[in-house]
């Protein structure tokens, strides 16, 4: 494993452990996270743990361009219950996914330094928010790091239901106009899996990375 040193460098993906694991320690400096996302790598660890980078061996993502909405969502959506906005507050949606209590988990892996990182990240055009409002109220939303034609998406929260599936049609919407390859949603889990995202190896999303950061 390898440990984070002042240097910026990641190792290969295909190093990484068993669990997932590439590398230990360093800081979320904006110049560190954009060259992790650029090199199929995010970190994710909880607050008392050092700095934890990762690249499984399998990649839960969604193509934008053949995605298709379940007739029931899209029902919701037509009703127009929810506004839809983009970008017009990532902090209260970084902090709403933060602070959301989520079936299972004691608690979140959203420290207040990811939170600063982050923001500071969007602060330089390279994330982005996804926001949900019921009557004016903000009641969903997700956010990620916007790598130009991937997207990697990093947490959701929703206070009424089915907030943050809308959010999430609507930001395949999005990219699906603007011509992004991949939604990278990390790691598999069942409500993403519901919403129609699905596992490729490490392998498949690095060829779709790497062909398109070289262009």
Not at 2 to 24: C, Q, R
Not at 83 to 112: A, D, L, P, S
Not at 176 to 190: F, G, T
Request: hydrophobic share 40%; aromatic share 12%.
């Amino acid at each position: 494993m390898y440990y984070v040193t002042k240097k910026l460098y990641f190792p290969p993906v295909d190093e990484a452990s068993y669990e997932g694991i590439l590398a230990v320690g360093g800081d979320l400096s904006t110049e560190r996270l954009l060259l992790a996302y650029r090199s199929g790598v995010f970190p994710w660890f909880e607050a008392d743990e050092p700095i934890l980078w990762w690249s499984p061996s399998e990649r839960m993502v969604v193509n934008p361009q053949d995605y298709k909405v379940k007739k029931s969502l899209r029902n919701i959506i037509n009703r127009g219950i929810f506004k839809i906005t983009f970008n017009q507050n990532f902090e209260e949606v970084i902090t709403n996914c933060q602070q959301i209590k989520r079936v299972g988990q004691n608690g979140t892996w959203i420290t207040q330094d990811m939170i600063n990182a982050y923001c500071e990240l969007h602060k330089q055009g390279k994330a982005m928010s996804v926001e949900v409002w019921e009557n004016e109220e903000l009641v969903g939303g997700l956010y990620g790091v916007d790598l130009g034609t991937i997207f990697c998406g990093e947490s959701m929260f929703s206070k009424v239901p089915n907030a943050s599936k809308v959010a999430f049609v609507k930001l395949i919407e999005h990219l699906k106009v603007n011509n992004y390859r991949l939604l990278d949603c990390q790691v598999h889990n069942d409500h993403l899996e519901k919403l129609g995202a699905f596992e490729i190896s490490r392998d498949s999303f690095m060829l779709i990375l790497n062909s398109d950061l070289s262009r």
